[in-house]
């Protein structure tokens, strides 16, 4: 089994939705983080003017979400993207825009926390 990309703290997510929001998520909510934290990982930044690349998007398009009832974590078959917008980016690619998902982790997280409750808050009226 592949290692994951990041791994996402569930009972950080529950304690800040309980203290914040005092809402209680559900398993498929906490899902809801990983999937946003997959839309994050599929930001791409415009090429350099100069770049001849042509992007294929398959770093965007190789990430996935594993969830168990223990563990949450981000995937990705793409085994260089921890390279581009992981744990180990390249100075080049953080000087051209690449978003690193790793480090921003807790505000990714915080982001699907904040759709979880506005979603169960439109359930409950």
């Known amino acids: 089994m592949p290692e994951p990309f990041?791994?996402?703290?569930?009972?950080?997510?529950?304690?800040?939705?309980?203290?914040v929001k005092k809402v209680k998520p559900d398993f498929r909510d906490l899902q809801d983080v990983i999937e946003v934290a997959?839309?994050?990982a599929e930001n791409y930044p415009p090429a350099p003017p100069a770049s001849t690349y042509r992007r294929t998007g398959f770093l965007g398009r190789s990430f996935y979400p594993r969830a168990t009832?223990?563990?949450?974590?981000?995937?990705?078959?793409?085994?260089?993207?921890?390279?581009?917008i992981g744990a180990y980016?390249?100075?080049i690619h953080r000087m051209t825009g690449w978003?690193?998902?790793?480090e921003r982790i807790d505000e990714i997280v915080r982001e699907a926390a904040d759709k979880i409750v506005?979603?169960?808050m439109r359930q409950l009226d």
């Open 69 to 84: 009832k223990d563990e949450f974590a981000l995937m990705t078959v793409a085994d260089y993207a921890k390279y581009v």
């Open 38 to 40: 997959a839309q994050h």
């Open 6 to 19: 990041v791994e996402i703290d569930a009972s950080e997510l529950i304690r800040y939705m309980d203290r």
């Open 89 to 91: 980016q390249v100075r």
């Open 118 to 120: 506005a979603r169960i």
């Open 99 to 102: 978003y690193n998902v790793v």
